[in-house]
């Protein structure tokens, strides 16, 4: 589905969007994941070539919070490549504190990586794919930017900007053939919740509609369809994928 297509990832390194570069590369794309440390990027970057030596995968791991680091990664792949078709701005944080323990500094911190540094990777990558004539870009968003969440104030309003950002830029940038889309995601397996007690979990469990967590290939699939050309007149969609859990 995705043949020949160069996609950068950020995030990349596990969960999510460890599932979406393998997801991608197994349909035929040459990924670039970015992640946070050299470290976690080597671990991903070699259990992906055990898994098939032919696979055309790289990695990088800029400060995301600083534009100008960013933008010279986004460089290097426009170099080694000549053109970005897909981008994935899939890296994120999340938090549950109360209220009452919550700090401007916490709030700020979670805007900072979870919208701020968002846009550092779109402001280079829609230079390149205008010049290219378009591309897409795809932003992890969450069920809770929808319904909310309880405590941590600081993470659905991230992941609402972030579908506000969605929207607005799909319309600013359908002239240019470039679609823009989100995918929230619903309670995903990855290490933060397979960490949970099985006591936690199973509450959980009863209050999603389809009655199973999500499983990160399940958020990997969505992002095959939106990347493909099978979603060419879709865009500015925020596309919930979360077994119609959305309390
Ligand atoms: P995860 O913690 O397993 O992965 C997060 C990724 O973001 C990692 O690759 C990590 O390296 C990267 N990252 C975190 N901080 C970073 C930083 N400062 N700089 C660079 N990279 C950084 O989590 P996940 O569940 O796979 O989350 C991926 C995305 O999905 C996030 O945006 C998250 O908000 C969203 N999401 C997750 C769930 C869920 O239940 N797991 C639900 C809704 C939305």
Redesign the pocket.
């Known amino acids: 589905m995705l043949k020949g297509k160069i996609a950068v990832i950020?995030?990349?390194?596990?969960?999510?969007?460890?599932a979406t570069v393998k997801k991608f590369l197994e349909n035929g794309a040459k990924v670039v994941l970015?992640?946070?440390?050299q470290e976690?990027v080597d671990k991903a970057l070699t259990s992906l070539k055990e898994e098939n030596p032919e696979w055309e995968v790289s990695g990088a791991?800029p400060?995301?919070?600083d534009a100008d680091a960013v933008a010279q990664e986004i460089e290097k792949v426009k170099e080694k490549y000549g053109r970005i078709d897909i981008l994935i701005n899939?890296?994120?944080?999340?938090d549950s504190t109360p209220i009452d323990n919550y700090t401007s500094e916490q709030f700020a911190k979670i805007m900072q990586?979870?919208v701020n540094?968002i846009m550092n990777g779109i402001i280079p990558t829609v230079k390149i794919m205008k010049e290219q004539g378009g591309g897409v870009i795809l932003n992890?968003?969450?069920?809770?930017s929808i319904c909310g969440q309880t405590s941590g104030i600081g993470?659905p309003t991230s992941?609402s900007a972030v579908n506000g950002l969605t929207w607005s830029l799909a319309r600013e940038l359908g002239p240019s053939n470039i679609r823009v889309n989100a995918v929230?995601?619903?309670?995903?397996?990855?290490?933060?919740?397979a960490a949970l007690p099985e006591q936690m979990i199973q509450p959980l469990i009863n209050a999603i509609p389809i009655r199973r967590i999500?499983e990160?290939e399940d958020?990997a699939n969505a992002f095959l369809f939106l990347a493909s050309d099978m979603a060419s007149y879709v865009t500015g969609e925020i596309l919930s994928v979360d077994g119609a859990m959305r309390t």
């Open positions: 950020t995030g990349g390194t596990r969960g999510i969007g460890y970015f992640g946070s440390r976690t791991w400060n995301l919070g899939n890296a994120g944080i999340s990586l979870n540094a992890t968003s969450s069920m809770v993470y992941k929230a995601p619903g309670i995903t397996r990855t290490d933060m919740v999500g990160a958020i």
